[in-house]
């Protein structure tokens, strides 16, 4: 079955860190990329950045450089995206996607991952 | 940097009407980097078009894309119960973009 599986809901404290991952199966997983997108609260969708899996190159959106590191185990076909320095108006679910960047779209998404940035 | 402008923000019909919303680029996008996602509260986005025109698999026909310049529409031809949703347009290139949504609710 074709699916990314993310990790769980985590909740960190303003300052820390987070790394969530996103679990490939049922395809080549070198041969997509993938995208990270956030969806805070009531709000829409956020594209921070994309991961050329084979590659590992990178690019991120402009509001997340400095924050933001995505990366991958091949072995795993395994995504990771961790964003650092978290406040509040971080708190979102987050997802990951697949996708070949210029050419199509975002035609599969993990199921998400709550991350709530609380004191 | 592209920006999506979708309209209405939110649009109340009932089942079996149609449905025709708007997403506006602020500067000439390829058509072949334009897709409509469908999203559910709780849930993923689910692609619905791509390239503009193209349903996505698994996607009813009463579903449709289409576009002139900058302005892409989608179309649902007869509402279902299950259509009610929010609906995101995006350009998927390099940097991609997404409108900010248009909810589709039943009046």
């Known amino acids: 079955q074709v699916q990314l599986v993310q990790s769980g809901a985590d909740v960190r404290k303003p300052g820390a860190s987070v790394k969530v991952s996103c679990k490939a199966s049922g395809y080549t997983f070198t041969t997509y990329d993938i995208n990270w997108v956030r969806q805070a609260p009531g709000h829409g969708l956020e594209w921070m950045g994309w991961?050329?899996?084979?590659?590992?190159?990178?690019v991120y959106a402009q509001k997340f450089q400095g924050r933001v590191t995505m990366t991958r185990n091949t072995s795993t076909s395994t995504a990771y995206m961790e964003l650092s320095g978290l406040r509040s108006e971080d708190t979102a679910v987050y997802y990951c996607?697949?996708?070949?960047?210029?050419?199509?779209?975002?035609?599969?998404w993990g199921q998400g991952t709550l991350v709530t940035v609380s004191s | 940097e592209i920006v999506l402008t979708q309209s209405p923000g939110t649009l109340s019909l009932s089942p079996g009407e149609r449905a025709t919303l708007s997403c506006r680029a602020s500067q000439s996008v390829r058509s072949t980097q334009l897709a409509w996602y469908q999203q559910k509260p709780g849930q993923a986005p689910r692609l619905v078009i791509y390239?503009?025109?193209n349903r996505a698999t698994g996607i009813p026909d009463r579903f449709s894309g289409s576009w002139s310049a900058t302005d892409f529409t989608l179309t649902i031809s007869r509402l279902e119960p299950e259509d009610f949703s929010v609906y995101y347009c995006q350009h998927y290139d390099r940097s991609p973009t997404f409108g900010q949504g248009t909810s589709v609710e039943i009046k």
């Open positions: 991961m050329n899996s084979a590659s590992g190159e990178v």
């Open positions: 390239g503009a025109s």
């Open positions: 996607a697949r996708g070949r960047t210029g050419v199509r779209p975002f035609e599969l």
